[in-house]
């Protein structure tokens, strides 16, 4: 399984996996990890917590394609609406 490296901001302390010392900007990147690539090795905790942080990542995606969605449809409208006042 090839891995993308982790990038964190200079100065920052990163939370670093335990299982390969790979560095993360956040606890949640770190939660999310664990869960991906390391569940065998995982606590119930650190499951119950990757659940978690799964869940609420899957609500910000949804409702970041909802917002997009309204922008795409809210500038499908205004174009239609131009075309119909400067068409004539």
């Known amino acids: 399984m090839s891995t993308v490296q982790s990038a964190v901001p ?3 302390s990163p939370a ?3 299982y390969c ?3 993360f900007p956040t606890e949640n990147r770190l939660t999310l990890h664990k869960g991906l690539n390391h569940w065998s090795d995982l606590t119930e905790a650190e499951r119950t917590a990757f ?3 799964r869940a ?3 609500d910000a995606l949804n409702s970041f394609r909802l917002r997009a969605l309204a922008c795409i449809v809210a500038v499908y409208f205004v ?3 131009l075309y119909a006042i400067y068409a004539i």
């Open 51 to 53: 659940h978690d942080a």
């Open 21 to 23: 010392d790979e560095p």
């Open 10 to 12: 200079p100065g920052d």
């Open 16 to 18: 670093v996996c335990q």
């Open 56 to 58: 609420n990542e899957r």
């Open 79 to 81: 174009f239609l609406f």
